[in-house]
């Protein structure tokens, strides 16, 4: 059942419901490890389904456009106030509707159409929105793209200040979604110093781990740092930018009135509560945990012979080229969730193959980690995804559904929020 109870849309909708509540089991029997993805608390989802999705309140605390904002204006400057706290900056921004918006904030307060934007190419493990042609960030702006070197998959500094200093970039992104390694934000600072750029950290990925101790903070080289709060930050969907005092106005009015309307109210208060448990703690043994288990799960499957880029991980996050296990990223992906095992086909660098059917897979730990999962599973994990590639080679179909039934068997010792069985 879904936890909180959802007697009143069972009435009103029974099948909107029964969905509801099919995806809750769905998310309760398998293991999840689409490393952008988590389980919020129990109290994420109560703040987030509340009376709040019924206010408007376009402007900032204090400064609004409409009337009733009473407690409204409250529960923005909680989670202002506790986003600052935790990651010691000047000056947070919680209204961004998701990670997207946000970076498009940024190119609002820092750019104008066709100047030149610099940022880690998408098959590098960049995102779209730093400047990859098919965005509308490719498509307005001017954008340039750094690589990683082949040998290593790692970042290559030299080829990043070669580029700047050719190119001249205003803005330079440090950060992405496919990248296993710790983000040299002190050299990304140097670059950007020389060549007058402002550097943006989006740290949407592994905000939960720098709130964790668990990666190096960006605060203190960054000009500007945008998040997702819905990844390792394990709060509701939406997005926070952070800065220095120096960008604050820049950074507000390019949120509102530059590019939205009325913030989420009910979204703000699932930040406010997330980064209240990210204080906690035990969220800093949480962003441990999860790194711990991503090395264990690493190692596992280097021994089983998986090819990982980089040769390893330093945080949630393995990028596997499956090129040498004979099969594409997408047939195993497809695969490996009939097994149980839910993750995404994704590029690999240097990837020779289209990327709708690329060579690699990307997996995570940050929600097995929530689940309670520790690095004495993870050998087990790593078995159950070379059994799962064998049999999707053989076409084996029993073989996955044998896979699947037994992560079924090993997660019902670890409850998840959000649903009893
Ligand atoms: C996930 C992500 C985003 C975008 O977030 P959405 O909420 O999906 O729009 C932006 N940047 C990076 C690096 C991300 O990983």
């Keep these: 059942m879904h936890v909180p109870p959802i007697p009143s849309l069972t009435t009103t909708d029974p099948e909107l419901a029964g969905l509801i509540e099919q995806e809750a089991l769905r998310q309760h029997d398998k293991l999840r490890m689409i490393a952008s993805e988590n389980y919020v608390s129990t109290a994420v989802l109560e703040a987030s389904g509340t009376v709040l999705t019924n206010k408007y309140s376009e402007g900032y605390p204090g400064k609004r456009y409409y009337e009733g904002q009473q407690y409204i204006d409250q529960v923005e400057t909680l989670a202002v106030e506790r986003a600052k706290a935790l990651f010691g900056v000047d000056h947070a921004n919680v209204q961004p509707y998701s ?27 960049g995102h779209l929105t730093h400047g990859w042609s098919v965005s509308a960030t490719g498509k307005w702006f001017n954008s340039v793209r750094y690589n990683v070197a082949r040998d290593t998959g790692r970042i290559d500094f030299d080829e990043v200040r070669d580029l700047a200093r050719r190119e001249r970039p205003k803005v330079i992104f440090a950060g992405g979604t496919a990248i296993p390694r ?40 960054a000009d500007v740092i945008t998040t997702t709060t819905h990844k390792t930050l394990r709060g509701p969907r939406g997005a926070m930018i952070l800065s220095t005092a120096e960008h604050a106005a820049a950074v507000d009015k390019a949120v509102f009135p530059g590019l939205q309307g009325g913030p989420h109210n009910h979204t703000t208060a699932g930040i406010a509560v997330a980064l209240r448990e ?33 040769g390893g991980t330093d945080n949630h996050l393995i990028l596997v080229d499956l090129t040498g296990k004979g099969i594409g990223g997408k047939p195993a992906a497809k695969a490996l969730d009939r097994a149980g095992i839910e993750l995404n086909y994704n590029t690999v660098p240097y990837d020779t193959r289209k990327p709708f ?65």
Excluded: C
């Design 99 to 125: 990670g997207s918006p946000a970076n498009l904030a940024v190119y609002l307060a820092f750019l104008n159409p066709g100047d030149t934007v610099m940022g880690m190419a998408l098959p590098m493990g």
């Design 357 to 421: 059917d690329p060579s690699g897979i990307r997996l995570g730990t940050p929600a097995l980690t929530t689940r309670g999962l520790t690095e004495a599973q993870m050998p087990q994990v790593a078995a159950w995804m070379d059994e799962a590639v064998t049999a999707a080679l053989k076409e084996d179909e029993a073989a996955l559904d044998l896979i699947a039934a037994e992560v079924r068997t090993l997660v019902t010792s670890y409850p998840i929020p959000g649903y009893t069985p």
């Design 182 to 221: 710790t983000i040299d934000f002190p050299a990304f600072a140097e670059i950007a110093r020389e060549v007058g750029a402002v550097l943006v950290a989006d740290i949407a990925h592994i905000a939960g781990l720098i709130a964790g101790g668990a990666h190096p903070s960006p605060v203190g080289y």
């Design 278 to 310: 990210a204080s906690q703690p035990g969220f800093s043994e949480y962003a441990q945990q999860v790194v711990a288990n991503a090395k264990a799960l690493a190692t596992a499957l280097a021994e089983r012979g998986f090819d990982l880029i980089s």
